[in-house]
């Protein structure tokens, strides 16, 4: 389990659980809605990251699901401002959870990179 050890591994699980615990803190008619979301957004970065290392292909099969991850990353900024301007999260919320993944996606793209310049 190499992905373990990779630092946006780290940050997007424990982010996705942070987003899964908060998604229930939003009010009940929400929880299958942008709750639902939201949860299954933030998992599939961690979860992209370790199918695409576990799988153990190509360099070019490890790049698409860290893609699929930087998507699922893109989709997450987008909900978080959703929520923030729909005042479903409050700013200290969203300020946190905005930057951490603003990082994610920056490890992600260099995570990408290092892979290209091993080839």
Same mark, same amino acid.
């Given at each position: 389990?190499?992905y /373990?050890?990779l630092d ?9 659980i ?6 229930l803190? @939003?009010?009940r008619?929400l929880h299958n809605d942008i709750g639902?979301?939201?949860?299954r957004?933030s998992?599939s ?6 199918e ?5 292909k190509?360099?070019?099969d490890?790049? /698409?699901?860290l893609r699929?991850?930087l998507g699922?990353n893109?989709?997450?900024?987008? /909900?978080?401002?959703f929520?923030?301007?729909?005042? @479903?999260?409050n @700013?200290?919320?969203?300020?946190y959870?905005?930057s951490?993944?603003v990082i994610?996606?920056k490890?992600l793209m /260099? @995570?990408?990179?290092s892979i290209?310049?091993?080839n």
């Amino acid at each position: 389990m190499i992905y /373990n050890g990779l630092d946006v591994y780290k940050r997007a699980y424990k982010l996705a659980i942070e987003i899964h615990k908060f998604s229930l803190e @939003l009010p009940r008619y929400l929880h299958n809605d942008i709750g639902s979301q939201i949860r299954r957004s933030s998992r599939s970065i961690p979860s992209q990251i370790a199918e695409g290392f576990s799988r153990n292909k190509s360099d070019k099969d490890k790049k /698409n699901f860290l893609r699929d991850a930087l998507g699922s990353n893109e989709e997450m900024l987008f /909900n978080l401002k959703f929520m923030r301007d729909t005042d @479903l999260i409050n @700013l200290e919320k969203y300020e946190y959870f905005f930057s951490e993944y603003v990082i994610c996606g920056k490890q992600l793209m /260099n @995570l990408m990179k290092s892979i290209d310049t091993r080839n």
